[in-house]
């Protein structure tokens, strides 16, 4: 069995700042993703990576920057934090070709 | 991917079989349905996944009907650990697998 691995598991930052997350998998899985969950909807794709160096824009990729540095990691930056904005990234990974995502428990943002 | 409906919630005592439904009127031939489950603070985890057959494992029943229109995830003899929010999906079988279309699901509360 692997393991996801995000930090920090929670973020507080201020308006306008740029904030980092981090995710870790030790699947030796190929694609690896982000989601942002708000509360009371569903996941929303962010970014994905199909292999190292690889970065492909999701649905809701304005705002935000990603980085797939190694396979094994990526990561992504909030490029200016928006006010009162609250949030759960999820991070998660798969084998190319294959459909089962497995997930992080998630870093919950939070914006002063 | 095509687009599912679920309840936005379900009650079950312990010790109960639970149906949770989804429709999916719109599935084309390819799409396998794929359920995962979330609790707070964690990332979704997967289910189980089918592609017309019913499939069963571990965890879950997965019942598909013959037209593919709809199905239902059952769980037998829940526990208090089942409560979790249940979200049924559809992923194409071929080409990119990146974007993961995840609805709000159905939140399933269990009562000792």
């Known amino acids: 069995g692997g393991i996801i691995t995000q930090t920090p598991k929670f973020l507080i930052g201020q308006e306008g700042q740029k904030l980092t997350l981090k995710c870790q998998q030790n699947?030796?899985?190929?694609?690896m993703y982000w989601y942002r969950q708000d509360s009371g909807k569903g996941l929303r794709l962010i970014y994905y990576?199909?292999?190292?160096?690889?970065?492909q824009k999701g649905d809701l990729s304005e705002g935000y920057d990603a980085s797939r540095e190694k396979k094994s990691s990526f990561s992504l930056t909030v490029t200016s934090a928006q006010k009162n904005e609250m949030a759960v990234f999820l991070c998660?990974?798969?084998?190319?070709?294959?459909?089962?995502?497995?997930f992080g428990a998630g870093t919950r943002l939070s914006v002063l | 991917d095509a687009k599912t409906t679920q309840p936005d919630s379900m009650e079950s005592t312990e010790g109960e079989t639970v149906h949770l439904p989804c429709s999916h009127a719109?599935?084309?031939?390819?799409?396998?349905i794929y359920w995962y489950r979330q609790v707070p603070l964690q990332g979704p985890e997967y289910v189980t996944h089918?592609?017309?057959q019913n499939t069963t494992n571990s965890m879950a029943f997965l019942a598909i009907a013959s037209d593919r229109k709809s199905s239902t995830l059952i769980l037998p003899h829940v526990s208090l650990r089942d409560a979790a929010v249940y979200h049924c999906?559809?992923?194409?079988?071929?080409?990119?697998?990146?974007?993961?279309?995840f609805g709000k699901g159905t939140k399933l509360s269990v009562k000792s």
């Open positions: 998660a990974s798969s084998i190319w070709g294959k459909n089962t995502l497995y």
């Open positions: 699947f030796n899985h190929d694609t």
């Open positions: 990576s199909i292999t190292e160096n690889d970065l």
């Open positions: 719109t599935i084309s031939g390819n799409e396998y």
């Open positions: 089918g592609l017309q």
């Open positions: 999906i559809l992923r194409n079988s071929g080409g990119s697998n990146a974007k993961l279309t």
